[in-house]
């Protein structure tokens, strides 16, 4: 008999591990390549909810970027994703990179703003946006949000991307070794402050930064593009050697779902987010940025997924 309950007793056991591996949920994040700032924040987003939610497994993907995750969700492939504003509503329309192919996203919440910087360095030449006419520049990778912004700003300076310069693909970490090796003499790339990768190309001894100004384009982009963008600056000193304030363009990052997610599940997510955002600043300080007063619909053209609109609404936000 005490081995026959000895038995039962494993067997149960066995049994209650299976079901418990059988709850077991895994979750792709979209972020980014690793020399830019999604790639980090989305490590440790995953970290927080693998270590909070029950039974969840998160992990961060490597991607282009944002036009990349946003193809990710629609073909199921990714369940949470990084993204500037201006590419999800391509995405949300079936538009651009997505003609004829619209996703049904949803937002779970706005991030930080993404700034725009068009980097060169003292000796190739580039002084303002017109200098860009002739020269070698890279707009970012394939599957970038930096691409998608970079034709906006290069379209409202009058300048055309395939006619008036030799246009790269390449990824911030790609863009910074052709600048410091003179295979370019420009590239664009939009994120957080600082970016790792352009920290790394002004912290290279014999290189001295330049930070190209552009937020006079701002509003011949927003004229074409629904308000979207607005004005921010890179204060001197955000990157080594850099002595003067950057005058730029900017859009919202939201972190996007689609709409097959469960009300309670992205009510979780997001608080988990909210109260563990020590652990996130930890990482990369745009986590600073992940506050209930940014929670508004102004900030994200995307419909807002309701259970996280429920969460923010109960913490105060204005929505």
């Not at 961060?60 to 999800?88: C, P, R, W, Y």
């Not at 701002?218 to 979207?228: D, F, R, S």
Request: proline share 3%.
């Amino acid at each position: 008999m005490r081995k026959l309950k000895v038995a039962v007793a494993c067997a149960a056991a066995v049994l209650a591990a299976g079901i418990a591996y059988a709850q077991q949920r895994t979750i792709a994040i979209g972020t980014g390549g690793t020399g830019g700032v999604y790639y980090p924040l989305g490590g440790a987003v995953a970290n927080v909810l693998s270590k909070n939610m029950p039974n969840m497994q998160a992990t961060a993907q490597v991607t282009g970027g944002s036009v990349d995750n946003l193809k990710l969700i629609g073909s199921g492939q990714s369940e949470i994703a990084f993204s500037m504003a201006d590419a999800a509503v391509d995405a949300f329309k079936g538009e651009d990179k997505f003609k004829g192919n619209n996703v049904n996203l949803k937002t779970l919440m706005v991030l930080y703003p993404n700034i725009m910087h068009v980097v060169s360095i003292e000796g190739a030449g580039v002084e303002k946006m017109a200098d860009l006419k002739g020269r070698r520049v890279s707009t970012g990778a394939p599957g970038s949000a930096t691409e998608v912004m970079a034709f906006r700003v290069i379209e409202a300076a009058g300048l055309d991307k395939d006619k008036d310069m030799k246009r790269e693909r390449l990824s911030v970490a790609e863009s910074v070794n052709a600048l410091k090796d003179r295979k370019i003499d420009a590239f664009f790339w939009v994120g957080g402050l600082p970016t790792a990768g352009v920290t790394d190309l002004a912290a290279t001894p014999g290189v001295k930064i330049k930070m190209i100004d552009h937020s006079d384009l701002v509003p011949a982009m927003n004229a074409k593009y629904n308000n979207l963008y607005s004005t921010a600056v890179i204060k001197a000193g955000t990157y080594p050697g850099q002595d003067k304030d950057n005058q730029v363009s900017a859009v919202w990052n939201i972190l996007v779902t689609n709409d097959k997610m469960s009300d309670q599940d992205a009510y979780d997510i997001v608080k988990l987010i909210v109260d563990k955002k020590a652990d996130l600043v930890a990482v990369h300080k745009e986590a600073n940025s992940f506050t209930v007063e940014n929670q508004i619909k102004a900030n994200s053209p995307i419909p807002w997924q309701p259970g996280a609109e429920k969460f923010f609404k109960e913490r105060g936000a204005k929505m």
